[in-house]
């Protein structure tokens, strides 16, 4: 069974930085399309960014030019490196990465979340 587990999550002062992680676990062929999505209290899961296995990203335009995403395909893992955060950006971060299982079926899937809460 395939699982996404973020990690990185915390309580961090406005302007400060904070990297998130999301690493794919259990018995899959290759990972695809990698992204991350939030969702605040209240409020609908907004795309932030995305990477392609080529390192292809695109970010929302609320994060662009503050948030980075790599990956690192050897380790499974995904990253998100959030800089000059401001309140709005606190919220539930979600890992979500398409992943082709030993059949070679490519499924979807999210990660559980990890709270980031960016005090003033």
């Known amino acids: 069974q395939v699982q996404l587990v973020e990690s990185g999550g915390d309580l961090v002062q406005v302007g400060g930085s904070l990297r998130l992680s999301c690493v794919v676990s259990?018995?899959?062929?290759?990972?695809?399309?990698m992204a991350w999505y939030r969702q605040a209290p209240g409020s609908q899961r907004e795309f932030i960014g995305r990477i392609e296995r080529s390192g292809t990203t695109n970010y929302a335009d609320s994060v662009r030019g503050r948030f980075t995403i790599s990956r690192d395909d050897a380790k499974n893992t995904m990253n998100l490196q959030m800089d000059s955060l401001k309140p709005e950006d606190t919220a539930v971060y979600y890992c979500?990465?398409?992943?082709?299982?030993?059949?070679?079926?490519?499924?979807?899937?999210w990660g559980q979340g990890t709270q980031v809460t960016v005090s003033s």
């Open positions: 259990g018995s899959f062929r290759s990972i695809g399309i």
């Open positions: 979500n990465a398409d992943v082709s299982n030993l059949r070679s079926n490519l499924q979807n899937y």
